[in-house]
């Protein structure tokens, strides 16, 4: 992993806990965006802190929501900032070049993936525990790789129905640029991940914004499901389909069809 020490130690978002062999396990809620996509894990966190006292419960998510850190050490879960706002707005930027703009984007995100990283690997770098896990929103796909680099199971969390769809060519050149992969994922079983899951959410993961970093970054795949070093499907190892929780009854959204019987979905309210 390419971390660079002087900037780890000038870290301020790194995990303020003992380092230790820990006896629990680690369950990570990393939630990202403005308070109607964050306050929901919140609130989730706290009571999953509650009932299930044999985790070590953490929350990762923008310093902007730091009035949520009383509230979440009240019920035993420690609060975790990164420095990246909720949102980025070319406003800011208004009557500047839309290259600096772009720019400042891109480096907000770079330090953002970086304080990500450098937080998961203190709370899961120096061991593993059964149990393990990490739950984010849609805007935190950033601990989807996460969880693969330190081999812990992700869970997909959601107050609301998927916040972004496919672009339409999305499918006609995934089967083109990458047809061994494609040809993998249509025939995986239900019960897998397959073609159905990245079709629903997972499909930013497979676009360059990602793999450049999950490649050059955290020395995975640039493509999830498939070899870092021939680039072919991990045909040896099928993953289950993960698990996706949305937080609404099927009573007050209507499940559209097939792609939802597929997925492995709860709709608990």
Known sequence: MHIVEKEKENCHCMVEFEKKMRSKAAAVF??????????????????FACDQEQYQVFFVTHS??????VHLRLNKV???????PPVVSPLEHYGKMELSFSAHKREIIQKHRYECTSIIEDIFGDDS???????????????W??????????????????????P??????????????????QEA????????????WMWPLFTEEW?????????????????????????????PSPLLLYGFSKEVVECPGMAYDEISIDTSS
Not at 169 to 182: A, D, I, M, T
């Open 30 to 47: 990393m939630a990202f965006g403005t308070k109607g996509d964050v306050y929901p894990l919140a609130a989730i966190a706290a009571a």
């Open 64 to 69: 902007a929501h730091e009035n949520l850190r």
């Open 78 to 84: 420690t609060y975790i900032p990164v420095s990246s």
């Open 129 to 143: 525990v059964e149990g393990d896990a990490i739950a984010i929103n849609f805007f935190a796909l950033e601990g």
């Open 145 to 166: 790789s996460l969880a693969e680099l330190f081999q812990v199971r992700c869970i997909v969390v959601a107050p609301y129905v998927v916040p972004y769809s496919a």
């Open 168 to 185: 339409s060519s999305f499918e006609r050149q995934f089967r083109k640029e990458h047809p061994n992969l494609y040809n993998h994922l």
């Open 189 to 200: 079983p239900i019960d897998k991940v397959g073609w159905k899951d990245v079709i629903h």
């Open 211 to 239: 793999g450049s970093w999950r490649s050059l970054d955290l020395n995975l795949s640039s493509l999830p499901f498939t070899d870092p070093v021939t680039g072919l499907p991990a045909f040896h190892e099928r993953l």
